[in-house]
T-cell receptor, first 116, second 111 residues
């Protein structure tokens, strides 16, 4: 069982370039989300989706786009990369459990992105 | 505004030396508190969910407890393989399935 798969694992971009971070899950989870993790800060929510065709913004959405055309996939697009977007990005999925989730989210292995 | 504060930032223990990690939180209406373990270069791995004051959960050498203002992760007789960063989180204001994380405690267990 693969769980949550993220690609690529590492990426270097030049300022102004665009790219897509891929995320796929095989657990048929409704909820998917993207976080970024920076030194000295907790993981911060970028965007999330409660199901195919539905997305919404988290805490730090600027500079990122998402779409959810299938239950399995939730790609994150960087429109015009900036050095401030250098970070480790994590995708997560979880089953929808109403207001009291019974299990935590399952996280991918992360994508380490450097923007120069 | 929700806040999650973890202490200490880093902790070094000798193998077998028990200790506790702290997670204090300020949220309006707790809908669960989560503990995760994160190894270097990996994504967080879910450990526990706690919902109400007085609740306890255990897994091997780890026990998580919850009060109205804080949660503790007790580590009994730790082994080097327990070395990791331990994160706590509460449901995010955007939805219960999203998480608001503390900055973590980096635990090192020395043989």
């Amino acid at each position: 069982n693969a769980g949550v798969t993220q690609t690529p694992k590492f990426q270097v971009l030049k300022t102004g370039q665009s790219m897509t971070l891929q995320c796929a899950q095989d657990m048929n989870h409704e909820y998917m989300s993207w976080y970024r993790q920076d030194p000295g800060m907790g993981l911060r929510l970028i965007h999330y989706s409660v199901g195919a065709g539905i997305t919404d913004q988290g805490e730090v959405p600027n500079g990122y786009n998402v779409s959810r055309s299938t239950t399995e996939d939730f790609p994150l697009r960087l429109l015009s990369a900036a050095p401030s977007q250098t970070s480790v990005y994590f995708c997560a999925s979880s089953p929808y459990s109403g207001n009291f989730p019974t299990v935590g989210a399952f996280f991918g292995q992360g994508t380490r992105l450097t923007v120069v | 505004e929700d806040q999650v504060t973890q202490s200490p930032e880093a902790l070094r223990l000798q193998e077998g030396e028990s200790s506790s990690l702290n997670c204090s939180y300020t949220v309006s209406g707790l809908r669960g508190l989560f503990w995760y373990r994160q190894d270097p270069g990996k994504g967080p791995e879910f450990l526990f969910t706690l919902y109400s004051a007085g609740e306890e959960k255990e897994k091997e050498r780890l026990k998580a407890t919850l009060t109205k203002k804080e949660s503790f992760l007790h580590i009994t007789a730790p082994k080097p393989e327990d070395s990791a960063t331990y994160l706590c989180a509460v449901p995010h204001q955007t939805g219960a399935n999203n998480l608001f994380f503390g900055t973590g405690t980096r635990l090192t267990v020395i043989p």
